[in-house]
């Protein structure tokens, strides 16, 4: 079940398969394995969408009584619904982008369903609003998970900036993606992220870290690896924690200092007891109660 939005322009205004064909292809994240679909990929955040270019006369006509003024450009959008609100955050301003370039019209089969121009973030509202809707209605019937709005567009937040934050930090670092865990039988999703050994380290705002230890006793190097809360890691090493707006960053000179308390540190339980990883179009922001 997705939702749709196909391009329109002005009859005098000259713009051709080929300049948009050029132009997606130009745009980060766009793959395109022919020269009719253009996907959307960012694998840092994990949001799809796509842009299809659609053959004229090999379909049935979509639309009626279209204003003589207006030329089909055969182009269209998907993004499908029963996904977190953030895969529209990142996909809309996109299509804004695309529009505002060529100076595009958009028909909405959703709304009006005639070529027109749109408001800032007003299609964004629309697909957000049914979204939910949707989501709420086959909750039950897919077997949907449920992890908050709030939570949901920190983790995209967070995601946008990992990479960059890497490459700032420098090697030395350990940046941690964040990973969507499913309860054991419940359609609650909770998050996590891994610290390992210690090392200098951003810690987002997860419910859970898994902790890799290794260190030597009886002259023996022993591994353990489990989950502790989130809460947990902050009582205990909080203060050695660098404050940022979205993550804490501990550097260098503090994993040294903590070394030895993170090894001590008790396990509080596993992944496996926890629940199962799944992926981000597994879950949505409302549940059906």
């Avoid at 766009?30 to 004229?56: K, L, R």
């Avoid at 205990?236 to 979205?246: H, I, R, T």
Wanted: charged share 30%.
């Amino acid at each position: 079940m997705s939702y749709d939005l196909y391009f329109y322009k002005k009859k005098d205004k000259k713009v051709d398969k080929i300049e948009i064909e050029r132009y997606l292809k130009k745009q980060k994240n766009i793959i395109s394995d022919n020269e009719d679909q253009f996907y959307y990929q960012n694998d840092a955040t994990a949001v799809y969408f796509s842009f299809d270019y659609n053959h004229p006369n090999t379909e049935e006509i979509l639309f009626d009584e279209i204003d003589e003024s207006f030329e089909d450009t055969n182009f269209s959008f998907n993004i499908n619904f029963m996904r977190p609100q953030f895969f529209g955050k990142e996909a809309f301003p996109f299509v804004s982008d695309f529009v505002d370039f060529f100076d595009l019209y958009i028909l909405n089969p959703q709304g009006d369903c005639i070529p027109q121009k749109y408001k800032d973030n007003e299609i964004l509202k629309d697909w957000e609003t049914s979204n939910l809707k949707i989501s709420k209605s086959y909750y039950k019937e897919l077997n949907l998970n449920y992890l908050s709005e709030k939570n949901s567009n920190y983790i995209w937040e967070y995601c946008l900036q990992k990479d960059d934050l890497q490459k700032k930090l420098g090697e030395e670092y350990f940046v941690p993606n964040i990973f969507y865990l499913k309860l054991n039988k419940s359609s609650e999703v909770k998050t996590i992220c891994i610290w390992t050994e210690g090392m200098p380290f951003v810690l987002p705002k997860t419910d859970y870290v898994s902790i890799s230890k290794r260190f030597k006793k009886f002259f023996i190097t022993k591994e353990e690896v489990g989950v502790v809360a989130y809460k947990t890691i902050i009582e205990k090493f909080g203060q050695s924690f660098q404050d940022e707006s979205l993550y804490k960053i501990l550097h260098p000179e503090k994993s040294e200092e903590i070394l030895k308390d993170f090894n001590n540190l008790k396990l509080e339980t596993t992944i496996k007891k926890l629940g199962e990883g799944i992926s981000v179009d597994k879950f949505v922001n409302i549940k059906d109660e």
